[in-house]
């Protein structure tokens, strides 16, 4: 069965997606800069204790590492901040983790990748879409498999994975079930169930959007996950 994973920036959006059946969340905040760490009072609610979806299973909730916006370049101090925070979030129960980071050349910063998968070892373990930076995808995986990575998170190097099919097939097959390749981005109802079955990924990463009004002017309205759109999306992709 495969697997949907959604991307969460707060308690309503995470009890969304179980409403809906999601089987992982991934647990971020400020989803508008391409996404960031939690704080640690929103990751001692979510953590707090085991979640669970609408069809009664156990919901994986992985946190995303990020300590800033912008580049994937990360100084000394950055990479303990980061290392600090994998730790916090394995102390706290978190089922897995998702990191990743770059050198100023487009490259995986093996030195950095490879504390961050030693400090969340016994984790589960995701290289974010710093990879959709990669100069050389192909090698950048070899190296991400080579350091005992689980997954990788990407978009196929394209705005949105369903532009990035061929490359996203070739990670695939080339990965041969040494690591799972989780398209993201620009995910929906409409065409999930086409990207696994031309990809043969078997997870998908949906933020599954729905806009919610308010009464308030000044807030006229937000976006957050909807329950409605991951019962779609749950429910195309593991179409018989």
Do not use: W
């Not at 647990?27 to 979806?53: D, H, K, R």
């Not at 309205?221 to 329950?227: L, P, W």
């Amino acid at each position: 069965m495969p697997t949907l994973e959604i991307c969460t920036g707060s308690l309503e959006s995470i009890r969304a997606a179980a409403r809906g059946g999601a089987q992982r969340v991934e647990v971020c905040a400020a989803l508008e800069t391409g996404g960031l760490t939690p704080s640690m009072g929103y990751l001692a609610a979510v953590l707090s204790q085991p979640l669970y979806n609408s069809q009664g299973q156990r919901m994986a909730r992985h946190v995303l590492i990020r300590p800033r916006g912008g580049d994937f370049f990360y100084n000394d101090e950055e990479q303990d901040m980061i290392m600090f925070d994998i730790r916090l979030c394995k102390q706290l129960g978190a089922e897995g983790v998702v990191v990743g980071a770059l050198t100023p050349g487009g490259n995986i910063d093996i030195d950095a990748c490879s504390r961050f998968a030693e400090a969340a070892e016994g984790m589960s373990l995701t290289f974010h879409r710093a990879f959709d930076c990669c100069r050389h995808p192909l090698e950048a995986m070899e190296e991400i498999i080579s350091m005992g990575y689980h997954r990788i998170l990407t978009s196929g190097q394209a705005p949105r994975a369903e532009q990035a099919i061929p490359l996203l097939r070739t990670l695939v097959k080339q990965a041969d079930g040494r690591i799972s390749i989780m398209p993201g981005s620009g995910i929906t109802p409409a065409n999930a169930a086409q990207i696994l079955r031309e990809t043969g990924a078997t997870e998908i990463h949906a933020s599954a959007k729905g806009q919610k009004s308010h009464d308030d002017t000044l807030f006229p309205g937000y976006f957050d996950t909807s329950t409605d759109i991951v019962a779609q999306i749950l429910a195309e992709i593991t179409k018989k």
